[in-house]
């Protein structure tokens, strides 16, 4: 018999990692040969763009692993919107993984009423859609090839 307990636990949950992480590297000779090396980690990777004054305009966060880019957030001030600014972001963003970090590929999630039109005109293409999530919502996960 096990008793289930559904308490938030800071040091069951870094053993749940250590342990996953563990059993995945043993299954895995991709992972196993990541283990020990700078490939095993993910890097942040930030662009930001500042108007004259110093001001926020846009900004997109993310990491890089192994050899792909994951696209966290990318957000323009609405009075910069419609100006290329996400695309300039982006394709920073694309360049600094490609030419940097020897990234080949990029995945990003976003919901329907935010950008999935203006990622597929960058040329992403959509790889997985989850309806109600959360109820009401549509999330795409969309995924591109750098070139």
């Given at each position: 018999?096990?008793?289930?307990?559904?308490?938030?636990?800071?040091?069951?949950?870094?053993?749940?990692?250590?342990?996953?992480?563990?059993?995945?590297?043993?299954?895995?000779?991709?992972?196993?040969?990541?283990?020990?090396?700078?490939?095993?980690?993910?890097?942040?990777?930030?662009?930001?763009?500042?108007?004259?004054?110093?001001?926020?305009?846009g900004g997109l966060v993310g990491h890089t692993?192994?050899?792909?880019?994951?696209?966290?957030?990318?957000?323009?001030?609405?009075?910069?919107?419609?100006?290329?600014?996400?695309?300039?972001?982006?394709?920073?963003?694309?360049?600094?993984?490609?030419?940097?970090?020897?990234?080949?590929?990029?995945?990003?999630?976003?919901?329907?009423?935010?950008?999935?039109?203006?990622?597929?005109?960058?040329?992403?293409?959509?790889?997985?859609?989850?309806?109600?999530?959360?109820?009401?919502?549509?999330?795409?996960?969309?995924?591109?090839?750098?070139?």
């Amino acid at each position: 018999m096990f008793r289930l307990e559904t308490e938030v636990d800071k040091s069951r949950q870094d053993l749940l990692r250590r342990r996953l992480r563990d059993t995945n590297t043993a299954a895995s000779p991709i992972l196993r040969a990541l283990r020990g090396t700078p490939g095993e980690r993910g890097l942040p990777l930030q662009v930001w763009a500042l108007d004259p004054a110093g001001a926020l305009a846009g900004g997109l966060v993310g990491h890089t692993w192994t050899t792909w880019l994951h696209v966290t957030y990318l957000w323009v001030d609405e009075r910069h919107r419609g100006t290329g600014l996400g695309s300039r972001l982006l394709a920073h963003a694309e360049r600094v993984a490609r030419d940097e970090r020897g990234c080949a590929s990029v995945r990003l999630e976003t919901w329907d009423f935010q950008a999935p039109e203006f990622y597929r005109k960058q040329g992403y293409e959509v790889v997985c859609v989850i309806p109600d999530y959360p109820p009401g919502i549509t999330e795409y996960t969309l995924t591109k090839r750098l070139g």
